[in-house]
């Protein structure tokens, strides 16, 4: 049974450490959103990614001014539902649902899991239905909130204009597609700098320097960040009228795009 734990919000996320990176490894294998990261996932996640926990909170406050309604809420790319369980915890609009589409089966498994626990704990909570299958083959509904939280840089560049095309056309009017992306800089010295400050914030909360090397190198084939330019260039290419950065902590930030 897996070690459980109350986050700020008062739901149960497994508290168990992330250890994954910490022995050598003879070769280091493309990371993978698999069983063994589905068990430490809320911790990974959480020292990895500088602003994680306000971004997430604070998105359930943004898709209450953006959402319509009788319409859909999409969490794409919705992990373990932490972006689910905000998003049900604070729009209050009538007729509302949410829909959270990830195609790794372990972690649509644990996410329906940890949703459970949140209706049994808390009350008046928004409809919600887990999708286990792609998001670049979904069939959209209107939708007035769209977020993609850490999901667009695992899909592959080639692909991710037609993917927000397709979600600007199924965004209702007032609503909006909240982004959350890790940031690569054109500027050589910014992009080093904020490098370097992410390495010591993952430092800082415990991963070593083998951790960090393995991780790195894990990711590099699977994840590939664009730069904040790239990002409002292809927002305004795919239909979006207007792109308002609303968070940015060392390399990673989060947009608003609207349609
Ligand atoms: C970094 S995680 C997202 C974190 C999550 N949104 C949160 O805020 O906790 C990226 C997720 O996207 C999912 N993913 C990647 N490519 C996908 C695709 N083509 N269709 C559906 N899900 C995908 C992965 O399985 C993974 O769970
Ligand atoms: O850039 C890194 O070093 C990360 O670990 C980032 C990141 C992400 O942004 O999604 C990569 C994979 C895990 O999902 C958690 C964090």
Redesign the pocket.
């Known amino acids: 049974m897996p070690a459980f734990s109350t986050d700020t919000a008062g739901t149960a996320v497994s508290k168990e450490p992330d250890r994954i990176f910490a022995k050598p490894l003879a070769q280091v294998p493309d990371?993978a959103?698999n069983e063994d990261?589905v068990r430490v996932?809320p911790d990974?996640?959480k020292r990895?990614?500088p602003g994680y926990p306000t971004i997430v909170e604070n998105l359930g406050v943004l898709a209450a001014q953006f959402a319509q309604p009788n319409s859909v809420l999409y969490d794409l790319g919705s992990?373990l539902g932490a972006v689910t369980q905000a998003l049900r915890r604070h729009v209050r609009t009538d007729g509302c649902r949410v829909i959270a589409v990830d195609n790794s089966a372990a972690m649509v498994e644990r996410c329906r899991e940890y949703l459970n626990g949140q209706d049994s704990m808390f009350q008046e909570l928004l409809p919600v239905e887990v999708i286990e299958g792609d998001i670049l083959a979904l069939d959209f509904q209107p939708a007035s909130v769209v977020a993609l939280n850490?999901t667009l840089?695992?899909i592959a560049p080639d692909q991710r204009t037609a993917l927000l095309s397709r979600i600007r056309q199924a965004l209702l009017p007032g609503g909006a597609l909240i982004l959350s992306?890790?940031l690569r800089f054109n500027d050589t010295e910014e992009h080093a700098l904020l490098t370097d400050l992410?390495v010591a914030f993952?430092r800082a909360n415990g991963y070593s320097e083998l951790e960090?090397a393995q991780?790195?190198s894990a990711?590099e084939n699977v994840?590939k960040?664009d730069s904040l330019e790239e990002h409002r260039e292809r927002l305004l290419a795919a239909g979006f009228s207007k792109v308002v950065p609303w968070f940015q902590c060392l390399?990673?930030a989060s947009l608003i795009a609207l349609p």
Do not use: A
Request: net charge positive; glycine share 0%.
């Open positions: 990371f959103f990261v996932f990974m996640i990895s990614v992990s850490f840089q695992f992306e890790k992410h993952k960090i991780k790195r990711i994840m960040p390399n990673f």
